[in-house]
């Protein structure tokens, strides 16, 4: 008979083995010695833990309960699997370009990183998946009982508590030490896996062998055993169409939902190929856990007495027969079961809850600031921890308060249900971008509540949550809201009931509320990317490290920093590590300074895309490009504005050139000016000084010689009053206390006027002029515009220079603005001076005529004040003035 | 999709790759209708039908998709698969 005490011996040495394939596996792996590490075979085997206690020893029960039926929960996965290019290869596709941690992580990131979303997943699968937890210890204690009744050498049987409790404490130290070693969610746990995958062939060994001794150590052989399953209560295959269709189905989308299943399948996966082994050598292996279900549940069915629980037959078949040695096998299998599921559904579980509800809470509780990044690292370790004990703890109450008396398989499919719930946001977001976070929300919530309602308050029994006169009666009386029978579909099995409204409650919500939302921009980048995700990603290359990814880091950075800073900071990181020459190991030290030393210069998302682009073989996450679309937008808005300052600097710049240009010029005419003013008074004063001498001392002069001499002082003094009256009349123009006369008269009279008080049509000046479109009626103050006429007349009289000097003048009407030009045909004025004749003083060119410079300053004075305007008309082969002036009455002055 | 038509004709391998990729998808369909099929074995009141039966039915459809998978998924190449379910891009003949 076994013992209890060996039975305890053989586990802690198991358990021993499995710590120290996990210490040797990390090793190995941190080693770099991780080939094997990475076979397909490892990835398939990880995959079993599928198989849990339920399957162990629930399948058993299962087959003696209702026959067949518990194939189901194998052929959904089956399904999958050989379905692998639908989905899991898109699935995985995307784990690994998104980086993605865990199925809330999944959905979240499909849904524009919707934290709410994770935190709801999150949640949810907390709530399916602790029962789960629970089954498993419960499986635990239920078969260390199971020996403990057998064994006839003590008669204490342990107390079921406190064995739950101890594996509950001693997975929870094996998942902390081999399941947070490092912080990167997204690197392989090696030593865990390693030990799954061990696990696996013990209880696939296990069953096989307990199998192989029911079917030919204890019937006959094939045939006798076929002969007994047709003799036992499930020889009839009476399963019920919707129940073997439905459970199929839910068992199929539990696998692609279920937290652990995420984690070994998407997370862990080294290796996009691995799929291929998988899609085959994963159905064969469940195919050959479940060979020998019905078997060893005929056979125990047939030997064992019906008080006997057919959950343990797997155990108590091989004790009957006094086989101790398989029956501590088949503990063992069962063992690795519920470990190897524990494990990973803490390890999913942790990463969901430390990064979707206390990394974010505590990050708002700290201030926000994620800066200082060696106190972030800690901190998430600290959570994960934490996360990862109160998952396990969770399943412990949960087993000490349900009591653990529901049969297995049924709190197995209850989970199942519960998680399914995501399979709409999943699966849909994968291939239609249409489906947006809302939705994603709407559904979840619609399939939550039915699940809740309809499957797992029930599933406590009546009357412990939901009262009987509910489960009656519906929700207020109402007969439709039946819990299981809701909307009046009675008559259906509870499991399929729930499943059923649940599932199409939360698709309807899903795509009727994603039809009608309208999402965010990242959200529709997000569903471009998932949709998409094999046009987006090149290859499926994984995260080796190396040399040649130094040397593109250092190409990279030579660009950036140049190339005397970058081969300095990369030849000293490589003395820091102990290297020579100019290649560091990329350490994740070196690559966060690298990051810090390049974000200095192309702003931090910059550098972390580029870094983690040749790092990470993973592309660029939406965030990360949105970042750096924000910087190069501020980047470009900045140059943006200092190109405009510098362009307004530029113009204020040339205006001060050009006025300073101007002063210049203006200060060397004034001084040719004062120089002309003080000539033209001397030569009159000298005149009439000598003059009037003369007049004075001369004692017998003839009176024609004093007339002739008084009238050239007469004159002289007529030339000095014209001189001042100018500069008056300038002073009072340009004081503005001019009173303008304003008088009706015709522009073809004015002109006559001026022509005639300038001297006529001479040989010294032909003036052209067309008569019949000067008839044009002037109300304005006539003498004054008649004075800019004869200036300018005067102007080309004295400065033109050609053998035959002509002056035409041409008058037009411009809607409602007369024109008129003075054009002569001499050489014109040259083009430095044309910004300043119209200045006081200015002169231009030789002083060979008289005049002070003041009569184009008078014209432009006059004419601002009529209203009109006198410029410079360049390229008209000579000297020509342009006099406009609005024909309305519509004067400046008045 | 793209407006762009690939060639009508493709070489033999790459035709053939083609329809290995159709039948990986195909297979879970297969595999889903053979599942059921029991479904349609009623039996009679009589003799009904035996689990037994079912059992080994069962058992040599479950192996013999493992089968097909694993010949299926041996012989897509890995280079080949970066295409979309949609439409597979162009080759040269």
């Known amino acids: 008979m076994a013992t209890l005490n060996l039975l305890v011996v053989v586990c802690i040495l198991y358990v021993a083995l499995l710590f120290a394939v996990a210490f040797a596996a990390d090793r190995a792996a941190r080693a770099g010695r991780i080939t094997w590490l990475r076979s397909p075979i490892v990835y398939t085997l990880s995959l079993s833990i599928y198989c849990t206690a339920w399957t162990f020893y629930g399948a058993v029960g299962f087959a003696a309960r209702s026959g067949l039926e518990y194939l189901t929960i194998y052929l959904g996965p089956t399904l999958v699997m050989i379905g692998w290019w639908w989905t899991l290869r898109k699935m995985v596709r995307i784990g690994r370009s998104q980086r993605i941690t ?72 094996f998942t902390i030490l081999f399941g947070t070693r490092n912080l990167d969610a997204n690197e392989r746990h090696h030593g865990v896996v390693m030990a799954i995958a061990l696990e696996a062939v013990v209880k696939l060994f296990a069953l096989l062998a307990v199998g192989a001794f029911v079917v030919w150590g204890m019937s006959d052989g094939i045939s006798a055993t076929l002969a007994r399953i047709d003799a036992s209560e499930i020889a009839d295959w009476q399963v019920p169409g919707s129940r073997w269709v439905g459970l199929t189905m839910l068992a199929a989308a539990a696998f692609l939902c279920l937290p652990r299943m995420f984690q070994v399948m998407v997370v ?91 990394m974010p809470i505590w990050l708002y509780a700290t201030g926000g600031s994620a800066m200082v990044s060696g106190d972030v690292r800690s901190v998430a370790l600290r959570a994960r921890r934490l996360s990862i004990a109160g998952v396990v703890v969770l399943g412990y109450l949960y087993f000490r308060v349900s009591g653990g008396g529901t049969a297995l398989a049924a709190i197995g499919l209850v989970s199942f249900a519960g998680v399914a719930q995501f399979l709409p946001a999943l699966m849909v977001g994968l291939f239609w971008r249409g489906a947006t976070r809302a939705g994603a929300l709407a559904g979840l919530l619609a399939g939550f509540v039915v699940w809740l309602y309809c499957l797992f308050l029930p599933s406590f029994g009546p009357s412990v949550v939901l009262p009987q006169t509910v ?74 490290g190396g040399l040649a990814q130094s040397e593109d880091l250092l190409i990279m950075s030579q660009r950036i920093i140049g190339a005397r800073d970058a081969q300095a900071f990369f030849s000293a990181a490589a003395r820091r590590q102990g290297i020579g020459g100019y290649l560091p190991e990329p350490s994740p030290d070196f690559l966060q300074g690298l990051e810090r030393e390049l974000s200095g210069s192309v702003g931090a998302a910059t550098a972390h895309a580029m870094v983690s682009q040749i790092m990470g073989g993973a592309t660029v996450s939406v965030e990360d490009l949105m970042a750096v679309a924000d910087e190069t937008a501020q980047i470009m808005e900045y140059s943006n504005r200092l190109e405009a300052k510098s362009e307004e600097q530029a113009r204020t710049a040339r205006q001060l050139r050009e006025a300073n240009q101007k002063l210049t010029q203006l200060s060397v005419q004034k001084d040719a000016f004062l120089s002309q003013v003080s000539h033209e008074l001397r030569t009159p004063m000298t005149s009439i000084r000598a003059f009037s001498e003369i007049l004075r001392d001369t004692e017998e002069l003839s009176a024609s010689d004093q007339a002739k001499y008084a009238s050239i002082i007469h004159d002289e003094t007529v030339r000095l009053t014209r001189l001042l009256d100018d500069l008056l009349m300038l002073s009072v123009l340009e004081s503005g206390q001019v009173t303008l006369n304003n008088q009706h008269g015709s522009l073809s009279a004015m002109l006559d006027r001026a022509v005639a008080a300038t001297g006529g049509t001479t040989e010294a000046l032909r003036i052209h002029r067309d008569r019949s479109a000067e008839d044009i009626q002037l109300h304005t103050d006539l003498d004054r515009l008649a004075q800019v006429f004869i200036n300018l007349i005067t102007n080309a009289r004295k400065y033109c220079d050609a053998q035959e000097p002509a002056l035409s003048i041409s008058v037009k009407n411009d809607n409602g603005t007369l024109i008129v030009d003075f054009i002569d045909n001499g050489s014109g004025i040259a083009m430095d001076h044309q910004d300043v004749i119209f200045e006081k003083f200015s002169r231009v060119g030789d002083l060979k005529a008289s005049g002070a410079g003041l009569g184009l300053a008078i014209c432009r004075e006059i004419m601002a004040r009529l209203g009109g305007t006198i410029t410079y008309l360049p390229g008209q082969g000579g000297a020509a003035f342009r006099v406009t002036l609005p024909l309305e009455a519509r004067l400046a002055a008045q | 999709m793209s407006g762009e038509a690939g060639p009508v004709f493709l070489q033999r391998r790459t035709y053939r790759r083609r329809r290995l990729k159709d039948a990986a998808r195909l297979l879970p369909f297969l595999g889903a209708i053979l599942f059921s099929v029991p479904l349609l074995w009623q039996g009679t009141p009589e003799a009904p039908t035996r689990t037994s039966s079912v059992m080994l039915y069962l058992f040599v459809v479950w192996a013999g998709l493992a089968g097909l998978s694993a010949v299926i998924s041996r012989h897509l190449d890995d280079d080949q698969d970066d295409d979309t379910h949609q439409g597979d891009p162009p080759e040269r003949p």
């Open chain 1, 102 to 173: 865990s199925i809330a992580d999944m959905i979240s990131s499909r849904y524009g990183k919707s934290n709410l979303l994770a935190v709801f997943v999150t949640l949810l699968a907390v709530i399916g998946t602790t029962p789960y937890i629970a089954l498993q210890l419960q499986s635990v204690t239920l078969s260390v009982a199971t020996f403990a009744r057998n064994d006839l050498t003590t008669t204490v049987v342990p107390d079921r508590d406190s064995t739950a409790l101890l594996v509950a404490v001693g997975l929870t130290l």
């Open chain 1, 268 to 358: 862990e996966n080294e290796d996009e190929r691995h799929l291929r082994t998988a899609s085959w050598a994963f159905p064969a292996y469940v195919m050959l856990m479940s060979l020998f279900v019905v078997p060893i549940a005929a056979v125990g069915l047939d030997l064992l007495p019906s008080a006997a629980n057919p959950d343990m037959f797997v155990l108590t078949l091989p004790l009957l027969a006094g086989q101790d040695g398989l029956a501590i096998l088949s503990f063992l299998g069962g063992f690795s079961s519920a470990t190897s599921m524990v494990i990973v559904a803490a390890i999913a579980l942790s990463t969901m809850v430390s990064n979707h509800i206390v």
């Open chain 1, 471 to 544: 489960l009656d009666h519906g929700l207020f009386g109402l007969s439709w809201l039946r819990p299981q029978a809701l909307f009046g579909a009675a008559g259906l099995d509870g499991v399929v009931h729930a499943v059923m409204w649940s599932m199409l409650l939360n698709t309807t919500a899903f795509i009727i509320v994603s039809l009608l939302s309208f999402p965010r921009p990242i959200e529709r980048l997000q569903g471009a990317q998932f949709v998409n995700v094999f046009q987006h990603s090149g290859t499926r290359g994984s995260w080796t």
